[in-house]
């Protein structure tokens, strides 16, 4: 016949449990962390209707008829990625656009190599925005769009409209 446990034997035997499923939480948590990422990113169809250099121009078209006859210019930052705007579906702001009718454009900067360490605001404003601005109103044969900037986007922006 065994012996009783006593409040101590049963303390200690729901703490090695415990430890045991905290550890299998962990080794979980390593494999989520360091896995790969099952979702992807940026799944709305576009088209690069534009280049200068490393700057493209996104063009995605609305998905319902046009709400709005202006096209919309997204200028995203500089160091993070446009494709912050494009997450997944349901979760997407260039998807909720396309969904009002928006016809929508987006510039990606793409990735600075070491021709561009010489570069500055005023090139990325005065010659990489304004030649896409111009893209876009001479495509539309229009004399003003509208323009979103986010983050350093809206800086630019607020310099290029001033």
Known sequence: MSEPKIAVDLILEKL???TERTQERFR?????????????????????VYQI?????????????????????VVY???????????QPGRSVV???LNEGLDLYMIDWGYPTRKDKFLGIDD?????????VDFIRKKHKIKKINLMGIC??????VIYTA
Do not use: C, W
């Open 53 to 73: 250099d490393r700057v493209k121009l996104k063009h995605y078209k609305p998905e319902v008829k046009k709400s709005i006859k202006t096209p919309l210019l």
């Open 152 to 157: 350093m986007g809206g800086t630019f922006s």
């Open 124 to 132: 990325h404003v005065n010659v990489y925005m304004d030649s896409v």
């Open 95 to 97: 998807q909720n656009f």
């Open 77 to 87: 930052a500089l160091i993070n990625r446009e494709t912050m705007l494009d997450l």
């Open 16 to 18: 090695a449990e415990e």
């Open 28 to 48: 979980k948590a390593k494999d989520v962390l360091l896995g790969e990422l099952d979702t992807d990113i940026a799944t709305t169809p576009y088209e690069v």
